[in-house]
């Protein structure tokens, strides 16, 4: 008795069966995944304005260049991860879907959006002049952004090297808004930075022990694949709690009220409910941790801050 040959694999650099739709370049760059890091920009916005004493005006400026420099950044660094993984995420069951390997997009178009989005990236530093810091930094910036793609190939501690790209969000808004100021305002900025690479490395950890076994099979570098799962998940609780006590640090040296102080409270227990719906036999609700709480901590943190703003002024 024979059996049937298996279905022929996609190859990653076939063209797109269809045109691309605006909802596929969104998913594409998981868009959705802008709740990340575009929130601690906006909080370090809030507080550098405060610094500053900005008005109105320059408010609204610097409004619209950290968000077009953060969203043309992302787009970048996400198109180009998909395109240099393509194969990668062709290999791998649970990634083969995505938009390369399908066919939805082609690799030819993925550069060029690439491209278009890296120089989109500086041209929108230029909304600050004449503070110059932005668009001076914005080419090393752009280079570590693009250059996590690569960094699992050689490196487990390519979680951090993302978490690292996603801190420079909080300096960089706050070092465009107050330019040479920031070298005395910018403490806070500091300490978000710092919440950031602990809370990201560690829910990327978590998020990566899917792909343990995968990685180790392809050669590939991650935490999970280098130390096991249960090391990986025990590590990542380590960041979210270093995390916490950055998170309380942020509290004290931006002088923030009640407000602020609960909202860190309910994240301290937002992150161990994280680690509570994951267990090193058990990973099937990674999605949750990865994506509802995470977007809760980001989104809420800003909810928190800017309300604590608002009634401290209220107060004052």
């Given at each position: 008795m024979t059996t049937a040959p298996p279905p022929p694999v996609l190859r990653p650099d076939a063209p797109p069966a269809r045109r691309a739709t605006v909802a596929d370049w969104l998913g594409l760059i998981r868009f959705s995944h802008t709740v990340f890091a575009l929130p601690f920009a906006l909080m370090a916005a809030l507080l550098a304005w405060r610094a500053t004493d900005a008005g109105p005006t320059k408010i609204g400026w610097d409004l619209l260049g950290v968000t077009l420099c953060m969203a043309t950044a992302r787009a970048a660094a996400m198109a180009f991860n998909r395109l240099v993984d393509r194969r990668i995420d062709a290999a791998n069951p649970r990634t083969a879907s995505r938009h390369l390997p399908a066919g939805i997009v082609s690799p030819t178009s993925a550069a060029l959006f690439t491209l278009i989005c890296s120089v989109g990236f500086v041209a929108s530093t230029l909304l600050f002049l004449p503070n110059r810091w932005p668009l001076y930094l914005s080419l090393p910036v752009l280079a570590w952004l693009l250059g996590y793609s690569l960094a699992k190939r050689w490196t487990w501690l390519c979680h951090w090297w993302l978490s690292a790209a996603l801190a420079l969000a909080p300096i960089a808004a706050w070092l465009a808004i107050a330019g040479d100021a920031f070298w005395q305002t910018g403490t806070p900025?500091?300490?978000?930075?710092?919440?950031?690479?602990?809370?990201?490395?560690?829910?990327?950890?978590?998020?990566?022990?899917?792909?343990?076994?995968?990685?180790?099979?392809?050669?590939?570098?991650?935490?999970?694949?280098?130390?096991?799962?249960?090391?990986?998940?025990?590590?990542?609780?380590?960041?979210?709690?270093?995390?916490?006590?950055?998170?309380?640090?942020?509290?004290?040296?931006?002088?923030?009220?009640?407000?602020?102080?609960?909202?860190?409270?309910?994240?301290?227990?937002?992150?161990?409910?994280?680690?509570?719906?994951?267990?090193?036999?058990?990973?099937?609700?990674?999605?949750?941790?990865?994506?509802?709480?995470?977007?809760?901590?980001?989104?809420?943190?800003?909810?928190?801050?800017?309300?604590?703003?608002?009634?401290?002024?209220?107060?004052?």
């Open positions: 900025a500091l300490w978000l930075a710092a919440v950031v690479l602990l809370w990201v490395g560690g829910f990327d950890i978590l998020y990566s022990c899917q792909d343990a076994d995968f990685d180790c099979e392809a050669g590939l570098n991650s935490v999970p694949a280098r130390f096991g799962v249960p090391t990986a998940l025990k590590i990542a609780a380590a960041g979210h709690l270093l995390c916490g006590l950055c998170l309380f640090g942020l509290w004290f040296s931006a002088d923030l009220g009640g407000v602020f102080l609960a909202g860190v409270i309910g994240v301290c227990g937002l992150l161990i409910y994280e680690h509570a719906l994951v267990k090193p036999h058990d990973l099937s609700r990674v999605g949750a941790a990865f994506f509802t709480v995470n977007a809760i901590i980001s989104l809420g943190l800003l909810a928190v801050l800017g309300a604590d703003l608002a009634a401290t002024r209220f107060v004052g």
